[in-house]
């Protein structure tokens, strides 16, 4: 089992950014599928973009598209959110997980087994 734990996240103006990250220990997260998910009050918890374990290659929720990246740096074993021209409505806490069908990511978050505790984004306007 893998312990993910996010950092980076706070109070930053609208069109501003911020650099979420999910350090893992425990196991290495080379090779794991790893997705990003978000959830505001009220708000059943959203599926807002991946990483696949083997070809880096990315998917995001099309309200992201253009403002947000997932990388991965598997010497620290830590996966990040870059999240630019930051709105209002991007406010929530934030969670990295890791895909139950690694190295492939899903948009469903009952295929994630290992959650971080999340890490809070608030968007002022």
């Known amino acids: 089992q893998v312990q993910l734990v996010e950092s980076g996240g706070g109070l930053v103006q609208a069109g501003g950014s911020l650099r979420l990250s999910c350090a893992a220990s425990g196991r290495t997260l080379n090779g794991s599928g790893m997705g990003w998910f978000r959830q505001s009050p009220g708000k059943d918890r959203e599926f807002v973009g991946g990483?696949?374990?083997?070809?880096?290659?990315?998917t995001y929720v099309d309200s992201v598209k253009g403002r947000f990246t997932i990388s991965r740096d598997n010497a620290k074993n830590t996966v990040y959110l870059q999240m630019n021209s930051l709105k209002p409505e991007d406010t929530a806490a934030y969670y990295c997980a890791r895909s139950r069908m690694s190295p492939l990511i899903s948009r469903a978050q009952s295929l994630y087994d290992d959650w971080g505790q999340g890490t809070q984004v608030t968007v002022s306007s």
């Open positions: 990483i696949n374990g083997i070809s880096d290659s990315t």
